[in-house]
């Protein structure tokens, strides 16, 4: 008899991304534990290693490096993504960046060992981590392309058209950094949109 697959939102999430026997996601569900981080506080520094894969089921983080006084964001990422700082964790290295949150953030993590032995003992696992793995480039190399821009106004059209569900979440200074202008340029941009709506309306 079959055990009862387990229910969990990263069980469910993963289950959405590739279909997976009941093994694998028991195994998930036994190995990955709750984790919750408040309003701006801190989910990795520079100088720790990160050694899991983050779920976000409820939440908002942020990546960013310091460059003198000054923050970079690096990525923004909201629900139902699967983050970490891939470089400390697969190449045992202490970070660079930091990892906040922005809002109050429920996540789901999985340390890096569990989610290699899940890789040998259930095929499909490598499946769903290819396809895991198609997605954080396609992550990866949009955050390449908008920071080559050349265009402010342009840079901040395409952030709007791209990722409409974090326009109004993120404060502007964070939004800002990431795309590689002043908070003041911004502030001109989105007013020059909102004059150009209400002269069109």
């Given amino acids: 008899m079959n055990p009862t697959p387990p229910n ?7 289950k959405a991304m590739h279909p997976l ?14 984790k919750s981080v408040g309003r701006g506080k801190y989910l990795l520094k520079p100088g720790e290693f990160c050694m899991h894969y ?6 908002l983080l942020r990546a960013f490096i ?19 700082s891939i470089r400390s964790m697969v190449r045992r290295q202490p970070s660079m960046e930091y990892i906040q949150a922005l809002e109050d953030s429920e996540l789901y993590a999985l340390h890096f060992d569990d989610m290699e032995k899940m890789y040998s003992l259930f095929p499909e696992m490598n499946v769903l981590a290819r396809k895991l793995l198609v997605e954080y480039y396609a992550d990866s ?8 821009i050349p265009s402010a ?8 058209a791209s990722r409409p569900e974090l326009v109004n979440r993120i404060p502007l200074k964070y939004v ?26």
């Avoid at 190399?141 to 080559?148: F, G, L, M, P, Q």
């Fill in 66 to 84: 310091k460059e003198e006084k000054k923050e970079i964001t690096t990525w923004l990422n909201p629900e139902n993504e699967i983050t970490t």
């Fill in 8 to 14: 969990s939102p990263l069980v469910n999430f993963m």
């Fill in 141 to 148: 190399e949009e955050r390449s392309y908008i920071s080559r």
């Fill in 153 to 160: 106004q342009k840079r901040y059209r395409h952030f709007i």
């Fill in 21 to 34: 026997g009941n093994k694998p996601l028991i195994y998930l569900h036994e190995h990955a534990s709750r």
């Fill in 176 to 201: 800002a950094s990431y795309l590689g202008i002043t908070l003041e340029t911004l502030s001109r941009l989105r007013g020059k949109k909102k004059s150009i709506k209400l002269g069109g309306a």
């Fill in 54 to 59: 983050y779920y976000i089921h409820k939440g």
